[in-house]
């Protein structure tokens, strides 16, 4: 059995999605910055509220919205 999706953090208009992966095998859990069948970024971290809070830093470099509002 390989990495689980268990949540999907943020979704943007142009299909970009981050997603909180779980291997049952590893301690570790897996942010995935993704687009289509593309992965742009992905990062392990120990801690899934570190990787969460983490999620939300990345959506900021993702989200042109956010970006122009600044």
């Avoid at 390989?2 to 859990?29: F, I, Y």
Wanted: charged share 30%; glycine share 4%.
């Amino acid at each position: 059995m390989g990495e689980v999706p268990l949540a999907r953090l943020w979704q943007l208009a142009d299909g970009t999605s981050c997603l909180l992966l779980k291997d049952p095998r590893a301690e570790n859990w897996e942010l995935r910055v993704i687009r289509k069948s593309d992965v742009l970024r992905t990062e392990r971290f120990g801690n899934p509220i570190v990787a969460m809070d983490e999620a939300k830093v990345w959506r900021a470099s993702y989200d042109r919205a956010v970006q122009t509002s600044n």
